[in-house]
């Protein structure tokens, strides 16, 4: 179309050099605490981020990062910022250690515990299953009374308006009961699935192995971590799958 301004060889040493500081797009990346780590500010999960760049010797830098998924994808306003992958697992390597360490008890205290958290366990669960029982039958009682007014209005000892007025304020009472019924059976079967299952000996062998691996699989740190949480000062929260037992107990208490 015109002259060039630059000859070829002097174009391509450029570009060459512009390459040289091409950053690669950003792409999925996996990392072992993926689906662990959430926001602290507003309780969404975090996303994994990974920025790289190309060095002019040619080698690769690469940060990896956790940020709020709300504030990543900008869905709302979130204050939480981003915070590096490494600071989370140095602290997650800490905390694991820590609480091994507190680990102490005899073979006897071992099973105290765990037969102290059954007997709890199963206290808090005839209670729930008294409340569900109460429930269901007041539950029943309600749709009688449903079933009641509806051959009233048939029969015509009440009028279309007043049946109206008294099925919806039933309805609601029903509805009201079906809601409670649902959140004490999804009570019911997390108080389950809490009770103690995993023998105290086994966390400290994978606690163990966790300490010892240079980079610790995914599958180890599961068993491990409940939950990681960061806030927008880089505070960072680990609930972890066990703890000192004997400590947890005298809390309950």
């Not at 975090?46 to 920025?51: E, F, H, I, K, S």
């Not at 905390?95 to 073979?107: M, S």
């Not at 029943?140 to 009233?152: G, M």
């Not at 192995?209 to 927008?232: A, G, H, S, T």
Request: glycine share 2%.
């Amino acid at each position: 179309m015109h002259e060039p301004i630059i000859d070829i060889e002097t174009w391509n040493k450029a570009q060459d050099k512009l390459n040289g500081y091409t950053k690669v797009r950003d792409r999925k990346y996996d990392h072992e605490l993926k689906g662990l780590v959430y926001c602290g500010e507003c309780g969404n999960k975090a996303t994994l981020r990974c920025r790289e760049e190309k060095r002019k010797d040619g080698s690769v830098w690469r940060a990896t990062y956790f940020i709020c998924s709300k504030r990543n994808n900008y869905s709302g306003l979130c204050d939480c910022k981003q915070i590096s992958a490494n600071l989370i697992e140095e602290e997650v390597k800490q905390q694991v250690k820590n609480e091994l360490e507190k680990i102490n008890l005899t073979e006897d205290e071992i099973k105290q515990v765990y037969e102290e958290a059954k007997q709890q366990a199963k206290s808090k669960e005839n209670i729930l299953k008294t409340s569900l029982k109460n429930l269901k039958e007041e539950l029943k009682q309600v749709e009688q009374n449903i079933e009641e007014i509806y051959q009233d209005k048939i029969n015509r000892v009440i009028q279309i308006e007043d049946f109206k007025v008294i099925y919806e304020k039933i309805q609601k009472q029903r509805d009201k009961i079906l809601k409670e019924i649902k959140q004490r059976e999804n009570t019911l079967k997390q108080n389950n699935e809490q009770s103690p299952k995993i023998d105290l000996e086994k966390i400290k062998q994978i606690a163990d192995e966790f300490l010892k691996m240079e980079r610790p699989n995914k599958i180890i740190l599961e068993q491990l971590i409940e939950k990681i949480e960061f806030d927008k000062e880089k505070n960072i929260k680990i609930k972890l799958t066990f703890e000192n037992p004997a400590v947890a107990n005298k809390q309950y208490n």
